[in-house]
């Protein structure tokens, strides 16, 4: 309205944090981690959506077993590690959480998390073009299977115009996509991921959950 006044909103901070509830009873743990991610207009946004699709999810119950494009899925699939993991990109105004969630049995949790953490470092040092292409594909496939239907598209417009201020076209979109490159993967990943601090909240038979400081040590490579 005219004449109001502008409050300034100080930046969002991320705190590293650890929160676990642990029930002996349980035999299964609900296990989610995340590292500080990207705003919907920050540069890494798009680079961030890929490594979501890169890293993909797994469902035991899908029936595809181990027989899945990304490497992480393949590997939790062939151990055997989880009931079902899912990669997650949460963007805000300002800030943004890149994450994994994870159900899993509670004998199971330090071998999870030993593939999890080096398949999230992988990114920021090795991840090849063959996956990086077929990620493309799918993501590009997924954001027009969520395009169908009138009030889907209302729904893209209203959070476009919202969060960009205009409204991009599926065209535009897939430029951008089509515009990352592997250094591209990798830059957004060591920013986000390698050597950063995380956020974890964990819940159920979590006795053979790494603790925090475990799982900070394995968020980067000794490379030298």
């Known amino acids: 309205p005219k004449g109001s006044v502008e409050i300034a909103m100080d930046p969002a901070v991320f705190t590293g944090s650890d929160i676990r509830v642990k029930f002996d009873s349980d035999n299964t743990a609900h296990v989610a981690i995340a590292f500080e991610g990207a705003s919907w207009t920050s540069e890494y946004s798009f680079p961030l959506m890929l490594m979501q699709t890169m890293l993909g999810f797994y469902d035991r119950s899908s029936g595809l077993g181990k027989n899945v494009a990304s490497k992480l899925c393949q590997e939790v699939g062939e151990h055997e590690l989880a009931h079902s993991i899912s990669t997650f990109n949460t963007c805000y105004k300002d800030t943004g959480l890149f994450g994994i969630y994870a159900l899993a049995p509670d004998n199971k949790l330090d071998d999870l ?3 999890l953490m080096n398949n999230l470092v992988r990114m920021g040092h090795s991840p090849s073009e063959e996956e990086m292409q077929r990620a493309k594909v799918n993501l590009k496939a997924t954001m027009l299977m969520g ?4 009030s889907n598209v209302a729904e893209d417009i209203g959070r476009q115009i919202l969060t960009y201020g205009r409204r991009m076209t599926p065209a535009e979109i897939f430029s951008r996509i089509d515009a990352i490159t ?3 993967v990798k830059a957004t990943a060591n920013k986000v991921i390698n ?3 995380h956020a974890l909240a964990a819940v159920g038979g ?4 790494p603790d925090y400081n475990w799982i900070r040590r394995h968020s980067y490579w000794l490379r030298y």
């Open 206 to 209: 979590i006795n053979e959950l």
């Open 113 to 115: 998390f030993w593939y």
């Open 182 to 184: 592997i250094d591209d």
């Open 147 to 150: 395009l169908d239907g009138n």
């Open 195 to 197: 050597d950063q601090d």
